[in-house]
């Protein structure tokens, strides 16, 4: 003879399945929730990790930038005649204080001088 669920005392009945589901859901939210907020604190410090490495690398990329623009200035004033290093001097001058529109203008002229000192070169 063959045994059916329902014949066996050690079947749980629905209320009793109901109940260990609701311990189990606890148990699962008593694990989920410190297994959640560790997490959330790895993500943080992983976060903060990568923006501190973010800014050292900004920083060395902008001293880069800065010499790297420094020496080309330098280049350039050896280089370039001297009415056309006095019109750039003017022209970051006038940046410095603010005065965008005075630069696009010695930017100009110091664009007309190089013409110009071109052109008396070639002749």
């Not at 003879?1 to 589901?21: N, V, Y």
Request: hydrophobic share 35%.
């Amino acid at each position: 003879m063959t045994r059916t669920p329902q014949d066996d005392g050690d079947t749980p009945t629905p209320a009793e399945l109901r109940e260990q589901a609701a311990a189990t859901r606890e148990q699962l939210e008593g694990t989920v929730e410190p297994a959640t907020a560790d997490a959330k604190d790895r993500v943080r410090e992983k976060a903060a990790q990568v923006g501190d490495r973010l800014k050292e690398t900004a920083a060395q990329t902008g001293d880069q930038v800065r010499q790297t623009a420094a020496q080309m200035v330098r280049q350039a004033q050896e280089k370039a005649p001297e009415p056309v290093v006095e019109g750039a001097e003017k022209a970051a001058s006038a940046v410095r204080r603010g005065r965008g529109p005075l630069l696009v203008a010695g930017v100009v002229g110091l664009v007309v001088l190089v013409a110009v000192g071109r052109a008396r070169r070639n002749g």
